[in-house]
């Protein structure tokens, strides 16, 4: 699964960059580039404050169908 091409489309969707997030997360750039980017994951916690910032679903947020669990 890709969820970091997905967590950069949430991204430029609300018209944010990889800097904005991180200082609303209270994190370093590279972060936000690594998830980006699939080289590392965030957290649970972090996940459902970038599913806030991103004003989307846990599912739209990784790309997931909420109805089928399945890839989209």
Not at 36 to 45: A, F, G, M, T
Request: net charge negative; proline share 1%; hydrophobic share 30%.
């Amino acid at each position: 699964m890709e969820f970091g091409k997905n967590f950069k489309n949430c991204r430029k969707e609300v018209g944010l960059s990889q800097k904005e997030v991180a200082k609303q997360l209270g994190l370093n750039q590279s972060s936000v580039s690594d998830w980006e980017n699939d080289i590392s994951r965030p957290d649970y916690e972090t996940l459902f404050k970038l599913c806030q910032i991103y004003n989307v679903s846990l599912y739209q947020l990784l790309g997931i169908n909420e109805y089928t669990f399945q890839e989209e």
